[in-house]
């Protein structure tokens, strides 16, 4: 059992992957594929940026083994990439391909944990950050009742929902937020609980009432709340350094 990675397209996860497995690392290391492998299938050098995910196949599925440093020693993460489209949660398409989305919902129902990645909304922009490439606020917390449907029915065995609210170069000072949010072993300024408490009141308030019901339909559900950015190895890290802390090793 290992962790499934999922999201919103457009939501910056190859972006995220590729960063996680440089070779510059602190406390988590992708051990397989080899970071060159991994660029050479989703960088394209010639647009200088993350290839886009072919939308005329359904699912795209890629493993990645990741290796994570923490007080009591190396703990291994099976990761399992599952990239969809848009179009996997109506009804209409899993009506049609009932194959794929079945085989989807084993992966999720054999998933200790799930790492969801979701974008910023206009609202908490940086100054001069264009909000017309964001939605608002109102339009985040209704695409994430999708999710909250999704969690409710489909992942009654996961143990450890990690949400991530991408690109936070763009919404924050991410040198000041790693300063008072970063893993260091034995002397951390915040434990994974105040952690989750701040980053849930800077920038998750608005989906509490999504939460509340994901919490209450799910039972022995942990859901933590995290901010990520490629531009920030302490705050990437994060996630990966809690589910490393409290995933099983069944």
């Not at 070779?23 to 010639?46: A, C, Q, R």
């Not at 964001?134 to 909250?148: A, H």
């Amino acid at each position: 059992m290992g962790v499934i990675y999922i999201g919103d397209r457009e939501t910056g996860k190859t972006s995220l992957v590729l960063e996680l497995a440089n070779p510059k690392s602190s406390y988590v290391k992708v051990t397989y594929p080899d970071y060159e492998i991994l660029k050479s299938n989703f960088y394209n050098d010639s647009l200088g940026r993350t290839n886009q995910t072919d939308s005329r196949k359904a699912i795209h599925e890629t493993i990645l083994q990741i290796e994570v440093e923490i007080p009591t020693g190396r703990k291994p993460i099976s990761l399992d990439w599952q990239d969809t489209p848009g179009e996997i949660w109506r009804s209409s398409w899993q009506s049609a391909n009932p194959d794929q989305w079945n085989k989807f919902l084993e992966k999720i129902l054999q998933s200790q944990g799930i790492l969801l990645i979701v974008p910023p909304y206009r609202e908490i922009l940086n100054p001069g950050v264009d909000p017309e490439e964001f939605i608002t606020e109102e339009q985040w917390c209704n695409r994430f009742n999708r999710w909250v449907d999704f969690f409710r029915h489909q992942c009654p065995q996961t143990r450890h929902l990690v949400m991530c609210l991408n690109k936070a170069d763009l919404f924050c000072d991410i040198d000041k937020e790693a300063s008072r949010l970063e893993y260091i072993p034995h002397r951390s300024k915040m434990n994974w609980q105040q952690r989750n408490d701040y980053m849930f009141q800077g920038y998750f308030k608005p989906i509490k009432p999504q939460i509340d019901q994901i919490n209450k339909s799910v039972s022995g559900l942990s859901i933590r709340c995290f901010i990520t950015s490629i531009h920030n190895r302490a705050l990437l890290e994060l996630p990966w350094i809690y589910l490393g802390s409290y995933l099983s090793n069944n």
